[in-house]
């Protein structure tokens, strides 16, 4: 018996597959729960090493429809997404994305749209990164101090290195000082 799956997928904690949920209801598509696989994972994560779309695809079968609804739910790397939905097509899997108006993306128009949506969507997925580099080089260059603020002043670390000479414990002065462990031993080797 055919089975609709459903892949939905956020990228941080703070984001909720609810939206996707709810599209997939919309377009008519009757998903059980139990076919209905989430996860929180960057885009970025090849779908090989996603532990949600792994198990998922040992759930498919032949007449099987997979449907997402977004092309970047399953990546961001053109080759990618064409490679994956190449793989389900030879198993005999349908796969369906919605922002497509729901077309079958193993059928030849499907393929064609996917191709250039994932080419945009890893456009621009370039340019930001681009953009991101250009903009840190542009800070670096104004002498902007990138990177996370220290947790602790001069004057603390030179109070640490103090007390730690005197015999107190690291972990102590963790404590104390309300930092990890590690932050008092890279405050001790500093000079």
Do not use: W
């Not at 059928?107 to 996917?114: I, Q, R, S, T, V």
């Not at 945009?120 to 542009?138: K, M, P, Y």
């Not at 260059?141 to 001069?154: F, I, P, V, Y």
């Amino acid at each position: 018996m055919c089975s609709t799956f459903l892949y939905a997928r956020v990228s941080t904690a703070e984001q909720t597959t609810d939206n996707q949920l709810l599209e997939v209801r919309r377009a008519g598509f009757a998903v059980l729960p139990r076919h209905t696989i989430t996860e929180t994972i960057s885009g970025s994560v090849p779908v090989a090493e996603r532990p949600g779309f792994s198990k998922l695809l040992d759930r498919l079968d032949e007449g099987d429809t997979l449907v997402v609804t977004k092309l970047d739910r399953r990546g961001r790397n053109t080759t990618v997404v064409l490679g994956t939905v190449e793989k389900l097509a030879a198993q005999g899997v349908h796969v369906h994305c919605l922002a497509l108006k729901e077309t079958d993306l193993t059928n030849a128009a499907g393929k064609l749209h996917m191709t250039v949506l994932a080419a945009v969507s890893q456009f621009e997925r370039d340019l930001l990164i681009e953009r991101t580099h250009a903009g840190l080089a542009r800070a670096k260059s104004q002498g902007t101090r990138l990177g996370r603020k220290d947790a602790l002043t001069t004057e603390q670390k030179a109070e640490i290195r103090t007390k730690l000479a005197e015999g107190a414990s690291a972990r102590g002065l963790a404590k104390e000082y309300a930092v990890s462990h590690s932050t008092i031993l890279k405050a001790a080797r500093r000079c």
